[in-house]
């Protein structure tokens, strides 16, 4: 049926009663040490992994002035996409629409509700709009790069706990492509308005889109405050050993009972459990001290 846990002796299937008749261990309670022993670790390893965690966090966002003004700079990227800085309008007896040159304007208005990105394939072909259209597809393509950039920027910073260096180059690198093809958005956009075509065809174009270059610029200077000034970690005494005997026995590089336990424990956490045990028995701590 089973063998002993202590000394490995089969139990017979028509033994009742519940101890080891070689040894005398208590069948049922055998591996209760043992696995009140493993418990015992993995919870306060546990523990210590998440407690450990919830620094990082706070020390992310709210550490210091670079770290709190992450969190309003990293969403002035998507604020400046949604910017218009100019609109592109097309009047013919078969069709017409009109989109604004910004988020909304060149991708969700064409893919969702005016139809216009399933045409321009076939618009291109006029011979009065097939250039201006053309233009419009390329214009589309620089101002998705743009729009990548400013939501890696964003992911990217909301996931700053697991390490602020690596986070905060990529902040940079993409801010500044960023900025180039907001720009370039804009330039683009400018030498579109001489294809205009009077009524039929219209294409205007302001110098908003520097303001958006501008906004793409806060959290690159953002980034680099942030390297300069990394966060400071104030973790609970004991958590990074904690952390490290986690982390080499989740690799195999250590057993669990080859970890302390408990793995640490300062003099605070020593003295409090002392005083819960002296409650418990009724004890004075001198006498706990003495046991222990």
């Known amino acids: 049926m ?15 009663s519940p101890y080891c008749k070689s040894c005398g261990v208590h069948l049922m309670f055998a591996s209760f040490e043992e696995q009140f022993q493993k418990d015992r670790r993995l919870a306060e390893m546990s523990m210590a992994n998440f407690r450990c965690l919830l620094v990082k966090l706070k020390s992310a966002y709210v550490s210091g002035k670079a770290q709190k003004l992450k969190i309003a700079s990293v969403f002035l990227p998507l604020i400046a996409l949604l910017i218009p800085f100019g609109s592109f309008s097309v009047n013919t007896p078969v069709y017409s629409s009109e989109i604004s040159f910004n988020l909304i304007g060149l991708f ?9 990105f399933g045409k321009l394939d076939a618009l291109s072909l006029s011979p009065v709009f097939g250039e201006a259209l053309a233009s419009l597809k390329t214009l589309m393509l ?20 697991i390490g602020n260096k690596k986070v ?4 940079v690198i993409f801010s500044v492509i960023g900025i180039i093809a907001t720009v370039a958005s804009g330039i683009f956009a400018s030498s579109m308005s001489s294809l205009a075509r009077g009524e039929a065809l219209n294409i205007s174009v302001s110098f908003i889109f520097i303001v958006s270059a501008l906004l793409f610029a806060v959290p690159l200077v953002n980034a680099v405050f942030c390297l300069k000034n990394p966060p400071v970690y104030k973790f609970r005494e004991g958590d990074e050993l904690r952390v490290e005997y986690r982390r080499k ?23 409090e459990r002392q005083k819960l045990i002296s409650e418990a028995y009724n004890m004075n701590e001198e006498e706990v001290t003495a046991d222990v």
């Open 142 to 161: 620089i101002f998705a790069v743009a729009a990548v950039c400013a939501v890696v920027i964003l992911l990217s910073e909301l996931i700053c706990f």
């Open 108 to 116: 969700m208005g064409p893919f969702l509700f005016n139809g216009l």
């Open 2 to 16: 089973a063998d002993c846990p202590k000394c490995g002796k089969h139990i017979k299937v028509w033994q009742m």
């Open 168 to 171: 905060q180059i990529t902040t």
């Open 249 to 271: 026995y989740n690799k195999g590089e250590i057993k669990l009972f080859d970890i302390p336990a408990p793995i640490y424990e300062s003099e605070e956490d020593k003295r």
